[in-house]
């Protein structure tokens, strides 16, 4: 059975993180960001991936890298952040979206926010530590100086189960 894609029917408008990529994109992305999981949980990390995309394609893909880098800020947001950084040669990441398969934690939605992002696609939900909107809304704060479009459950079971299986194979 093919997972379930979720992707809104419609869109806020023409400045709106949701009408710039179109939706087979976004699907790359997030097959992108569970193969960088999958690989992540291969050496003990936690299996996150992201990948920064634009309306083209997939512009950058990480994983998390914690215990592998002895990091606490390795997280695959943040990797993916720098090395699309990197590419475009500034901060400023306004023409991408980001597809990671767990809800961003404060610190990475943080990071989203000022990178200027148009779009926020995640697969499952944080309910301890998510910042897109179970535990805290970072992306969408009004108070703040940006605030992105959110989708939330994008392949959700599929990125739920990969970190289902990972913490069970720890107990």
């Known amino acids: 059975m093919t997972p379930a894609r979720v992707w809104p029917a419609s869109n806020s408008g023409p400045a709106s993180g949701v009408a710039a990529f179109p939706p087979e994109v976004v699907d790359l992305a997030m097959g992108a960001a569970l193969d960088a999981?999958?690989?992540?949980?291969?050496?003990?990390?936690?299996?996150?991936?992201?990948t920064v995309f634009g309306p083209g394609g997939v512009v950058t893909v990480a994983g998390?890298?914690?215990e592998g880098h002895a990091d606490p800020t390795a997280h695959a947001e943040i990797a993916a952040l720098r090395a699309a950084a990197?590419?475009?040669?500034e901060?400023?990441?306004?023409?991408?979206?980001?597809?990671?398969?767990l809800e961003p934690c404060p610190m990475c939605a943080g990071a989203l926010v000022n990178a200027r992002l148009r779009l926020l696609v995640y697969g499952a939900s944080d309910p301890k530590a998510g910042a897109a909107g179970s535990l805290y809304n970072i992306c969408q704060d009004p108070r703040l100086n940006h605030r992105l479009d959110v989708i939330p459950g994008f392949r959700g079971e599929e990125a739920g189960r990969l970190l289902s299986e990972f913490f069970d194979q720890r107990r």
């Open 37 to 50: 999981a999958r690989a992540c949980a291969e050496t003990g990390d936690v299996p996150v991936g992201a």
């Open 64 to 66: 998390n890298s914690r």
């Open 86 to 89: 990197s590419l475009a040669g």
């Open 91 to 101: 901060w400023r990441l306004e023409e991408c979206g980001i597809a990671v398969t």
